[in-house]
C-alpha cells in the first residue's frame, strides 16, 4: 500500500530531504553522480511542487516527481541541461513563460518497488493532476529513453526545434534523452483514452483511495493531490 502525497517544496523540507536522499541513491545505482536536475537548491524554490510515493508500512519515501513552474528567476532545471547542446532552448521557454509554463521532472522510483509502474506510470498521471490545480497551459518533460513512451501516452509531444529532432545525449554520452512538451494540460487532446480518462477522474477526486492495477497486481493507493499552496504567480 502507498500513499501519494502532493505539496509545495518550501512547505515540506523534510520531505524533501527524503525525496534528495531518495533521488541520489537511485542515480548512484546508474553510475550516475552528477546531472543538473539533481541540484538540490529546488527544495528553497517556491515555484517547485512535489508529489512523493510513501510506502505505508514504513513511511518511507520510495518514488518521486517534481514539477518546476518557469520564471525569470528562477529558470527551469532543463534550460541548464540542454543550453551547452542546444542555446535554442531558452527562447523556447520564453515563448511559453508568460502564460504559464512548467517542467515535469526529478522521477525517480527505488528499486525496492521497481516493476510496479508506480513511477512511470501511476506517479506521472499525478504531475497532470497538480499541473491543473497549479494553471499551467503547457508543460515540458526530458525524457530518459524508458519514460518516453508512457510520457507520450499522456498527451506529450516530441518537441523536434531543440537537438537532434528533439534528442540529444544526456546526462552522459551513452544516455539519450528527448524533450518532449504538453501544449493542453486541461484538455490532454493526444493522451491515450485510457491515460486521458484516469487524469480527468483523479482531477475530481483529489482526496481518495483506491485499488489500483499495477504490473504485479493490485495495489491500494491513498491519493493526497490537492495542493494547499497551488498560488505561485
Known sequence: MFTFKAFRAIDEPEICDQFIEGHANVLKEYGVTKVTSSNNDWKYNPY???????????????????????SEEYPLPLEGAIAPVDSR?????????NAGTGEIGGLWNSRAISGYGIGAIFLSRTSLVIAEQLQVPTLFALCAEYTL?????????????????????????????????????KNLPHALPVERDFILDLRKNLECTRMEETLKGPVEITYQLKIKSPNWR
Open 89 to 97: 532552448i531558452f527562447d523556447l521557454i520564453a515563448k511559453y513563460r
Open 48 to 70: 517547485v511542487f512535489v508529489v512523493t510515493v510513501h510506502e505505508n508500512s514504513t513511511g518511507n519515501v520510495v518514488s518521486g516527481l517534481r514539477i518546476h513552474i518557469a
Open 149 to 185: 513512451k508512457p510520457t507520450l501516452q499522456k498527451g506529450f509531444e516530441i518537441e523536434e526545434e531543440i537537438g537532434n529532432s528533439g534528442t540529444f545525449f544526456y546526462p552522459k554520452l551513452d544516455l539519450v534523452a528527448t524533450l518532449a512538451i504538453l501544449r493542453d494540460v
